[in-house]
């Protein structure tokens, strides 16, 4: 089997893709702060800023393709930390991209929908970049840097993502889940519009892009849709009948980084590839049964 290192993999996307992944590649995986035994992948801890870490990284992993999931990858945590979001961020993501050039290997980034400013959506690989955020910005940086350094190299723009989370990270949906459950007060935009995509998607997204892509492609679910109605999606799939959902603004709620209103992703490109997200229903209902 090819060996696939997958930086970040306990991470939530990294943890599903070595879930999803396992028996089809041999699994090698970098962990950071939470140094979390992942079943079925050789995990090694490796802070991604070391360059002098990162290539003894290659040297003994020497992998036949990369998928590099690691970053701070919280807008509000980038706003107030910037430096550290641009080591991880943009430097590193720039550096692995470097030795993928070198080892002349396989190279997936995983960037966001929030290099957008929500003001044009949907939104196609060949729209302008426009980030409102640290964040955005750094990961929009890393994009235009990693395709200068290695042109091969494949952008995955993620849309926002749910599903399983495993023994650290979490998506968006775990804390709403438990809000509902506890019948706590849940506020929810009604004025911000994604596209999510549920863990499976996404894994899928990932693989059928490795390879098959160069330069930037959009993996976003099915359907445009609020924070609040997704929230009543799930109120409804996962029978949460004393949940307790009100409808709010963004603006009614302080956060340190400035958050665009529509950054809902056109996937046809990959839809082209055979990208397929199941409608949201769907996906809720299988995360239903899995749980
Ligand atoms: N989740 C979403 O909805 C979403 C949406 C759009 C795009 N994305 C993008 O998708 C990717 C995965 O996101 P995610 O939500 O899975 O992230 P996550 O759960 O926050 O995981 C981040 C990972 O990065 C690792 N990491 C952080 N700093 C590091 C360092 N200095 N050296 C090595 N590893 C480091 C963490 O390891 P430790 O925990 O061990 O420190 C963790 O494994 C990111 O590129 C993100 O920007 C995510």
Known sequence: MKKLLITGANGFLGWNICRLAKGRWHLFGTVYSNQVEIPDVNTMNIDLTDHSELERLFEEVRPDAVIHTAAASDANFCQVNP????????EASVNIALFCSDYVIPY???????????????YRESDPVFPVNVYGEHKAQAEERILQAYPQATVCRMSLMFGLS???????????????KEGRELNLFVNEFRTPLSAESAVAGL??????????IHLGGRERISRYDFGKLMQETFKFENAKIRPCKKDEIHLPAPRPADVSLDSSKAAALGFRPLPLIEELQNLYENL
Do not use: E, H, W
Not at 170 to 179: D, E, N, T, V
């Open 83 to 90: 430096d550290l979001s641009y080591r991880i961020n943009v």
């Open 108 to 122: 997936v980034y995983t960037s966001t929908d929030l290099v957008f400013d929500g003001l044009n959506a949907p």
């Open 166 to 180: 495993g023994p650290v990270a979490k998506s968006f949906m775990q804390p709403m889940l438990l809000a509902m």
């Open 207 to 216: 693989f059928l892009a490795l390879n098959k892509v160069c330069g930037i």
